[in-house]
C-alpha cells in the first residue's frame, strides 16, 4: 500500500502557545497569592519579635550605663574596684603625659 498523500501534523502552534501562557499565569497567581497570606501572617510575629528585642536592648544599655559610670567594689581582698570611664581616662592621660617618648619598634613588613 502506498499512501499518495502527506498528511501534515501541527504541532502545537497558537493555542498551544496560549495554553502555556495561562499556565504560567495560574502558577504566578497562586504562589502569589500563598506569599501574600504568609507574609501576613509573619507580619504580627516580626513586630512582637522587633519589641522584644528593643526592650531587651534598652535593658542591656542600661546595664551597661550603670557599670560605665559608677563606682564599686568587685574583690576588696584583692584591691579590685571599679570607677567610672571618664575618670579612669582622665587617670590614663595623666599617666601618660609622665611617660617619657620613645621611638616605636620596627615594623617587619613580610
Do not use: W
Not at 522584644?52 to 584583692?78: G, M, N, P
Not at 621611638?103 to 613588613?109: E, K, S, W, Y
Amino acid at each position: 500500500m502506498s499512501d499518495t498523500s502527506i498528511e501534515t501534523e501541527k504541532k502545537g502552534g497558537f493555542s498551544s502557545f496560549l495554553k502555556i501562557i495561562a499556565g504560567l499565569i495560574l502558577f504566578g497567581f497562586v504562589t502569589g497569592s500563598i506569599l501574600c497570606n504568609y507574609r501576613e501572617e509573619n507580619k504580627t510575629y516580626d513586630q512582637t519579635r522587633a519589641i522584644e528585642r528593643t526592650k531587651k536592648l534598652s535593658e542591656l544599655r542600661a546595664k551597661e550605663a550603670a557599670i560605665l559610670d559608677h563606682y564599686a567594689v568587685l574583690d576588696e581582698s584583692k584591691g579590685i574596684y571599679q570607677i567610672p570611664i571618664s575618670r579612669s581616662m582622665e587617670i590614663e592621660v595623666e599617666a601618660l603625659k609622665n611617660k617619657a617618648l620613645r621611638p616605636a619598634g620596627v615594623i617587619v613588613v613580610k
